[in-house]
């Protein structure tokens, strides 16, 4: 099986505050003074400009939607119920269901130094138990989020999967029950 490619930093292209003002007649908006072409940050009062490898590479470091440190949040099943039926399913039809967030809970919160891509990275080199400061179980969903957008690995029983979809506003709302802490 070959290993996914590493999730990669989000530009500020993608971010809802970027602002590229595109009049022909320069004005002055949100504290600045703001030219044909000019690209700008407009999250706090005033807005920055943006230079043209802040918007080639990735976001950045300034930049106030950034988290340093990481949020950390860890999710299992919820309930020793929901962890036998994905077992069930697991067994009958002979492959692993994707992970779904209604059957999660978190069980873990808090922070780590590495951003998601330097985590990926990492996992060649280290165990997943080193870089992370706990234990994770397998078929736990780990959520690394870096302010600009969170990514998710998949813990299966041999390596991590990079997870798509998986929604954590559900997760967080589930209650774990049932689990011996």
């Not at 003002?21 to 600045?32: C, D, L, N, T």
């Not at 930049?63 to 020793?80: D, E, H, N």
């Not at 736990?140 to 600009?148: A, F, H, P």
Request: hydrophobic content about 35%; overall charge neutral.
């Amino acid at each position: 099986m070959s290993r996914q490619t590493a999730p990669r930093e989000y530009t500020c292209y993608e971010c809802a505050q970027h602002l590229n003002y595109m009049s022909e007649i320069p004005q002055r908006q949100a504290g600045v003074m703001m030219y044909l072409g000019d690209h700008f940050c407009t999250h706090a009062k005033k807005a920055r400009k943006l230079r043209k490898r802040d918007l080639r590479s990735r976001a950045p470091d300034w930049c106030p939607r950034r988290k340093t440190p990481c949020a950390l949040r860890i999710y299992y099943f919820r309930s020793p119920e929901e962890w036998a039926l994905y077992q069930a399913l697991s067994n009958s039809i002979g492959i692993r269901p994707h992970p779904v967030a209604n059957r999660y809970a978190v069980e873990t919160e808090s922070s780590i130094e590495l951003s998601p891509r330097d985590f990926w990275l990492q996992l060649n080199m280290e165990k997943d138990f080193l870089l992370l400061g706990t234990e994770v179980k397998p078929d736990s969903v780990v959520e690394i989020d870096d302010g600009l957008r969170p990514v998710f690995f998949h813990k299966t029983e041999e390596s991590y999967e990079i997870l798509w979809g998986f929604r954590t506003e559900v997760a967080r709302a589930n209650i774990r029950e049932g689990f011996d802490e």
